[in-house]
């Protein structure tokens, strides 16, 4: 444990407790590192950038490094960055600090997984238990919800956001936002079904499942304008509901757009559906 004699720790740098620096790591001036956090080697860490306690980071990854934005002047200050606790960083992944343009701060939350070559950029926000698989790409002013998953090579469109507990399929590029507890998949993404098997593993119960697939089915299975199925939803009983509540609202705050389903609308509501009956029977 320590700082190695091949490492280049910037005076100014705050190094936690117990805090491990390997073999030819560069640590810049306004740099915290939580204890007991690792730095495996050859890990840059620039920028004004705290790192939580307990995380690891392995060879070759860079982050709090320059954001890529052309806006950007030699003299900014330097980019801010909010890491919090029990990260995995893995080999070559790249994280950017915010600018003065966009929310002015990168944050990531805790217990994250950033696999090899991943990329997350300047003013986004990432949440906590998340995974980016090998190549997954957030661009800037991106949203990534808690517990979501990003398959490999996944590409996150500026500004677009991917809600709570989304399960992105491999190679997608998700360019309009993606609705918590969501399947998302293909180019342009689509929405395929309900992440079934994230709210198994997350330890939701059988009533609160069957609350996601109502909610789902109304909003983006059924005729009508999304504006009329909005509210529908919000004036039936799955909207008393924590969990339909956030669906909807993700929804009606969405400002680039749904993912919209791959298989296009089904039926139309039913006579009881229009009076609600279904959605009460679902709360019950």
């Not at 810049?28 to 590192?33: A, D, E, F, I, Q």
């Not at 990531?108 to 997984?113: E, Q």
């Not at 909005?230 to 400002?255: H, N, T």
């Amino acid at each position: 444990m320590g700082i190695h004699p091949t490492a280049i720790v910037a005076a100014g740098a705050q190094i936690g407790e117990d805090a491990d620096v390997g073999p030819y790591c560069v640590i810049g001036p306004r740099v915290r590192l939580g204890a007991r956090t690792r730095l495996v080697a050859h890990v840059v860490v620039d920028g004004d950038t705290w790192i939580g306690e307990d995380c690891e980071l392995y060879p070759f990854c860079a982050v709090g490094t320059t954001p890529q934005d052309k806006k950007l002047k030699s003299t900014s200050d330097p980019a801010r960055l909010r890491i919090g606790s029990h990260n995995k960083i893995r080999e070559h992944v790249t994280i950017h600090g915010g600018t003065p343009f966009g929310g002015g701060t990168t944050t990531i939350g805790d217990h994250n997984m950033l696999l090899v070559g991943a990329h997350i950029g300047h003013d986004a926000t990432v949440g906590s238990h998340v995974v980016f698989t090998n190549g997954a790409m957030a661009a800037g002013h991106t949203e990534i919800g808690d517990r979501s998953i990003l398959g490999a090579m996944v590409g996150i469109h500026q500004f677009a956001r991917v809600g709570k507990l989304v399960m992105v399929g491999a190679g997608a590029m998700v360019s309009h936002d993606a609705p918590p507890f969501a399947m998302i998949q293909g180019d342009r993404a689509k929405l395929v079904a309900v992440n079934k098997v994230g709210l198994h593993r997350n330890g939701y119960t059988p009533e609160q499942k069957a609350l996601v697939k109502r909610v789902f089915r109304l909003l983006f299975w059924r005729a009508g304008t999304l504006h009329q199925r909005l509210e529908f939803v919000r004036e039936s009983a799955l909207y008393r509901d924590p969990i339909g509540r956030e669906i909807v609202e993700f929804v009606a705050d969405s400002k680039r757009g749904i993912c919209s389903p791959r298989s296009g609308l089904r039926n139309h509501p039913t006579e009881g559906e229009a009076r609600g009956e279904s959605a009460d029977a679902a709360m019950a």
